[in-house]
């Protein structure tokens, strides 16, 4: 008797990678042909609408916003993914939000973005050189982290404008098991900006599209993706008369990657 329902589960494994495999291709297909055209048509014109350079930024964020949570909403469709989000209303209350996640998956921008109508991201290098993703940040106004401290300067410019700003610690995606060291500039925009660390800590079961995996290595089951709020990193704990603002910087960030860790050992249940 035990045979028949581990045949059955041996045939509809059988069946169901050849799917997921083509679900995902079609997938990023259709990802990157929609970068490809939204690049080169409805967000030049976005920013050619009449408005000014805040105005135009918000008009092409939201314009990601949507197309992204199209792109979700087509993955949960196929039945490739499935998507938790957890306290998020905290994120789109009136004012400015410094927001920090884990890097874990090549999908942890889009997740972020799906719930949050305007953010300007902070876009590493690579990223920028890339055609059409990169035509898109430059179109939506995003931070282009290799100009170092110009950068800096940006993110907190836009802080104080009341915007909301999403940038990765880690720089790239987490290595498997683990986390990278975290870079010190988003406690510096913190400490300069007077903004706490809005943290967000993202759980991916099973793991997938890790730094360096091609799309095709995929997961055997359904993938599931929870974006859980965190309580803020307070800036105010690690301000202290005397202390300059290098040693801050060094504390806020430790304490900013004890907390991601915290976060992500209390597991999830997506």
Not at 86 to 93: D, I
Not at 129 to 142: N, S, T
Not at 237 to 240: A, L, M
Not at 261 to 270: A, D, F, M, V
């Given at each position: 008797m035990a045979s028949v329902p581990t045949a059955s589960r041996s045939l509809r494994e059988r069946i169901n990678r050849p799917w997921r495999v083509f679900a995902t291709g079609l997938s990023f297909a259709v990802f990157g042909i929609g970068a490809m055209v939204l690049?080169?048509?409805?967000?030049?014109?976005?920013?050619?609408?009449p408005g000014d350079t805040l105005a135009r930024?918000?008009?092409?964020?939201?314009?990601?916003?949507?197309?992204?949570?199209?792109?979700?909403?087509?993955?949960?469709?196929?039945?490739l993914n499935r998507f938790r989000f957890?306290?998020?209303?905290?994120?789109?209350?009136p004012g400015p939000h410094l927001i920090v996640a884990n890097h874990p998956s090549l999908l942890d921008t889009m997740t972020l973005l799906t719930k949050l109508p305007q953010a300007d991201c902070v876009v590493g290098e690579s990223w920028a050189?890339?055609?059409?993703?990169?035509?898109?940040?430059?179109?939506?106004?995003?931070v282009m982290n290799s100009s170092g401290a110009a950068a800096v300067d940006e993110c907190v410019a836009r802080l104080r404008e009341g915007r909301t700003l999403v940038l990765f610690p880690e720089g790239t995606r987490s290595?498997?098991?683990?986390?990278?060291?975290?870079?010190?500039?988003?406690?510096?925009?913190?400490?300069?900006?007077?903004?706490?660390?809005?943290?967000?800590?993202?759980?991916?079961?099973?793991?997938?599209?890790?730094?360096?995996?091609?799309?095709?290595?995929?997961?055997?089951?359904?993938?599931?993706?929870?974006a859980r709020v965190e309580e803020p990193v307070r800036v105010g704990?690690?301000?202290?008369e005397g202390v300059a603002d290098a040693l801050a910087a060094r504390r806020l960030t430790a304490d900013l990657r004890a907390r991601v860790?915290?976060?992500?050992?209390?597991?999830?249940?997506?």
């Open positions: 690049a080169l048509t409805l967000y030049p014109l976005g920013r050619l609408l930024d918000l008009r092409v964020q939201r314009m990601v916003h949507w197309s992204y949570r199209f792109f979700v909403g087509l993955m949960v469709f196929l039945g957890e306290g998020f209303e905290r994120l789109t209350t050189r890339k055609p059409f993703i990169g035509r898109a940040a430059r179109l939506a106004g995003y290595p498997g098991g683990g986390l990278h060291p975290f870079q010190r500039g988003a406690a510096h925009i913190a400490l300069r900006s007077g903004c706490d660390l809005e943290l967000v800590t993202l759980h991916v079961d099973p793991p997938t599209l890790k730094k360096g995996q091609p799309w095709w290595d995929i997961a055997e089951r359904q993938v599931a993706y929870l704990d690690h301000v202290r860790i915290e976060g992500l050992n209390r597991g999830s249940s997506c």
